[in-house]
């Protein structure tokens, strides 16, 4: 799985391939973290895993409340933490300096590129 929308970075590079690289999900202490890398493309990622456009394009926290919203019983029901971390990721990233918000608007795409629905 990974999200799909059209990125530009600051220097002009554009890619539009982001997929989760680091998931860290704490039961206990209620805190999920989690890193994206950027590439330019989905074929990009397929022939080249280890050389993304940016290796961390953006990074995020999910704890208390909005943990619950994601990783609550309720919520996990069929679902993992990679799911639920691309979940997380459409609505609570970070806003960039653009002031938009990261990844709202992508859309889930499995690595076979057929849309998530």
């Known amino acids: 799985m990974a999200l799909q929308k059209f990125i530009q970075l600051p220097n002009g590079a554009t890619g539009n391939y982001v997929r989760l690289v680091v998931a860290h999900v704490d039961y206990m ?3 999920a973290t989690y890193k994206f890398s950027l ?3 989905q074929n990009h990622r397929r022939s080249n895993p280890q050389e993304p456009l940016v290796s961390v ?3 995020f926290k999910v704890n208390g409340d909005r943990f619950d919203r994601y990783f609550g019983s309720a919520n996990m029901s069929g679902m993992d933490h990679v799911f639920q971390g691309y979940l997380a990721a459409q609505s609570e990233m970070p806003w960039g300096v653009s002031g938009q918000q990261l990844l709202a608007g992508a859309v889930s795409v499995f690595e076979s590129g ?3 629905v």
């Open 29 to 31: 202490v209620k805190e």
């Open 57 to 59: 394009y953006s990074q």
């Open 114 to 116: 057929q849309p998530y």
């Open 39 to 41: 590439y330019t493309s």
